[in-house]
C-alpha cells in the first residue's frame, strides 16, 4: 500500500512538511539507490494528511491503514535493524507529534524524529493523573522543525502586513480552545489567552474568516 501518496492531496497544510522533505531527499544529489551505502533512510509516510483528510477518527484505523503496513514494510528489510534503527529518519508533523502512532515506543529510543511539537499528549496513560502533555523527543538525536505554511498563505500575510504604528491590536488569537473543541479541553495556556479576552486590545476566539487581516493589525 503506498502510504506516500497523492501528493498535491497532502502538500498543503501543516503537514505539507511531509510532502516537502520527502521530495527534497528524493532529488537530493546526497540520495543513493543502493541500500548497503546509504548513511541514513529517510522513511516517507504521510500520516498527518491520510489520518485528518481520510476520517481516521481512532487509533484502531489508523494502525490497520498506517503503521500495521508501515511496520511490515520496514521489517521486510534487513537495513531497519542493521544500526539498531539509529539511521532511519522519521518526521511528525502532527499537532499531537509521534503520538498520532500509539506505538512510536518501537522506534523512539533510537531512531531519528523530525517533529513540529516537541509534546506528546498523555491521552491513556498513568502520569495523566500528573501532566496533560510530556516531551517525546530527545534533544541528542531529534530536530524539531517548523511547520508548512503555503506559499500563497504566506503572500496573503504579507500583504496584509501593517507597519507598528498602524497596528490597532495589541495581541490576538483565533483558533482552537478548551471551549470550542473537546481535543483541546486540557490546553492549559489556551485557557488563559481565553481569558484575556476582556483586556483592552486583546482579541481572541475561534475561528474566524480575517484572521490574516487582524494579524496583520496586531502586535503580537
Known sequence: ?????????????????????????????????????????????????LFVKEGMGNDATANAMLWDPLVLFLSSFPWFERRKQMDHIFLFADGQSSRIWDSYDLVRSEAIFLMTEAKCPTWDEPMRRYKDVKSCSSSWKDVIIPGHTDHARVRRMLSRNRGTEERDILMTFHGRHPGNHKSYGDCGVRSKVMEMGSLDGVDVGGFVDDYLERKGRSHV
Open 1 to 49: 500500500e503506498n502510504l506516500t501518496s497523492p501528493s498535491l492531496y497532502c502538500v498543503n497544510g501543516q503537514w505539507g512538511t511531509e510532502v516537502l522533505f520527502h521530495h527534497f531527499f528524493l532529488h537530493s544529489e546526497c540520495r543513493t539507490e543502493d541500500p548497503s551505502e546509504a548513511d541514513f533512510f529517510y522513511v516517507p509516510i504521510y500520516a498527518t494528511c
